[in-house]
């Protein structure tokens, strides 16, 4: 983990420019929002995501989250099939701003196209570059 400000980018993870994470597990993808992301939100008070069995192409929303500052649209960075869901959300959407890599989590997507997509994605050391120009911008 490296705290670029006060930004949390874990290693391990995939990043999109869009601030959504992907971590691939047994040959599936978890994926959330990043701690950027939350803090730019500010309080996350609904998460409304797809369903269980939805398909999904990269770049497709796979949901909203709604803040007391905003509405976002959630966007997929890989295609492939929801196989679940983090149901905790629902009741519980401040999981994203306390915990946006772990219990805050999103969906897990079952890909279609891994190793293309992956490289359309930022590494570790790519999203830390990527967040020190974002927090310079700020």
Same mark, same amino acid.
């Given at each position: 983990?490296?705290?670029?400000?006060?930004? &949390? +980018?874990?290693?391990?993870?995939?990043?999109?420019?869009?601030?959504?994470?992907?971590?691939?597990?047994?040959?599936?993808?978890?994926?959330?929002?990043?701690?950027?992301?939350?803090?730019?939100?500010?309080?996350? +008070?609904?998460? #409304?995501?797809?369903? &269980?069995?939805?398909?999904?192409?990269?770049?497709?929303?796979?949901?909203?989250?709604?803040?007391?500052?905003? +509405?976002?649209?959630?966007?997929?960075?890989?295609?492939?099939?929801?196989? &679940?869901?983090?149901?905790?959300?629902? #009741?519980? /959407?401040?999981?994203?701003?306390?915990? /946006?890599?772990? &219990?805050?989590?999103?969906?897990? +997507?079952? /890909?279609?196209?891994?190793?293309?997509?992956?490289?359309?994605?930022?590494?570790? #050391?790519?999203?830390?570059?990527?967040?020190?120009?974002?927090?310079?911008?700020?």
């Amino acid at each position: 983990m490296v705290a670029v400000n006060d930004v &949390e +980018v874990r290693e391990g993870l995939y990043y999109a420019k869009d601030h959504v994470w992907l971590k691939v597990e047994n040959g599936k993808c978890r994926i959330g929002i990043t701690d950027h992301a939350q803090k730019q939100l500010k309080e996350v +008070v609904v998460v #409304d995501l797809l369903d &269980e069995g939805d398909e999904l192409s990269q770049g497709d929303s796979f949901g909203e989250v709604e803040s007391v500052k905003t +509405v976002s649209d959630l966007l997929a960075p890989i295609s492939g099939i929801i196989t &679940e869901i983090n149901g905790e959300l629902e #009741d519980s /959407p401040e999981l994203v701003n306390e915990s /946006p890599y772990d &219990e805050g989590w999103m969906v897990v +997507v079952k /890909p279609s196209n891994l190793d293309a997509e992956l490289a359309n994605l930022m590494t570790f #050391d790519d999203a830390v570059e990527f967040y020190e120009e974002v927090v310079k911008e700020e």
